[in-house]
């Protein structure tokens, strides 16, 4: 809270931290897609398939990022990073053992990565692309919300 003793508000303050950090998933997912691009064109295929495959798994992440930013807004920061970690695991257990359990549909559905097609391969849900960057923008509003009822001069 040391940071917060400057004449900004707490919103603006989270919002500009949110930005940095949907930004360097932006950046990380683009150097991914570069590197995955190049080994591709290397054999002489199309890179344009796997490349939007990678943008749309930064997305994903982007989303998991906005869930962070909601929960680190509305509840506290400290419970960010382990809440957004346990989702992620979660999330990857249930999409890679979850039909070998032979689990319902409903709980399967659950995962965001089941929604997102299969983007390495080409195959693309726009429901899932949606939903994913409602996640990351929606969790980056509601966390700069929740963190504003905390200022004192609004």
Do not use: K, N
């Amino acid at each position: 809270d040391l940071v917060l003793a400057a004449p900004l508000s707490r919103a603006r303050w989270f919002v500009e931290s949110g930005l940095g950090v949907l930004a360097a998933i932006a950046v990380m997912t683009l150097v991914l897609a570069v590197f995955v691009g190049v080994g591709i064109a290397t054999q002489a295929d199309d890179v344009t398939e796997p490349v939007l495959g990678v943008a749309v798994l930064g997305l994903a992440t982007a989303a998991f990022a906005g869930i962070g930013l909601a929960v680190g807004g509305l509840v506290r920061s400290s419970l960010a990073a382990p809440v957004t970690a346990g989702l992620v695991i979660a999330t990857f257990l249930l999409d890679t053992i979850g039909e070998a359990l032979d689990l319902p549909d409903a709980v399967l559905d659950l995962s965001l990565y089941r929604h997102l097609g299969q983007p390495m391969a080409g195959a693309f849900e726009p429901v899932g692309i949606v939903l994913a960057a409602v996640l990351a923008v929606g969790g980056l509003i509601l966390g700069a919300w929740g963190l504003r009822r905390r200022d004192l001069d609004r």
